[in-house]
């Protein structure tokens, strides 16, 4: 079955680092697109990052360029996101997406993100 698993959150204080991974499996992961996106409390869950399948292209939300990287490993089927400089209203619980046209989109159960000012 699909899965995908998030791990590498944590507490950390602003201005700290965080490298969140998700491991997939169940699907070839190689020909789907990936995304990171994140949920606040009270707010609407926003795409934070993605990166096409080969890994060729990327973007980010307005509110983490610069401070965040996605990158991914099609070898070990695992997807990353680098969380530099981190700010207290990056506070929330990030989650890992998969997707491609026509065959599905797969989620995350999510990890918790804390930043602590």
């Known amino acids: 079955q699909v899965q995908l698993v998030e791990s590498g959150g944590g507490l950390v204080q602003a201005g700290g680092s965080l490298r969140l991974s998700c491991a997939a499996s169940?699907?070839?992961?190689?020909?789907?697109?990936m995304s990171w996106y994140r949920q606040a409390p009270g707010k609407e869950r926003e795409l934070v990052a993605a990166?096409?399948?080969?890994?060729?292209?990327?973007n980010y939300a307005e509110s983490v360029k610069g401070r965040f990287t996605i990158s991914r490993d099609n070898a070990k089927t695992t997807v990353y996101l680098q969380m530099n400089s981190l700010k207290p209203e990056d506070t929330a619980v990030y989650y890992c997406?998969?997707?491609?046209?026509?065959?599905?989109?797969?989620w995350g159960q999510g990890t918790q993100v804390t930043v602590s000012s």
């Open positions: 997406n998969a997707r491609r046209v026509r065959y599905g989109v797969y």
């Open positions: 169940g699907f070839t992961f190689s020909r789907y697109d």
């Open positions: 990166i096409t399948s080969d890994g060729g292209s990327t």
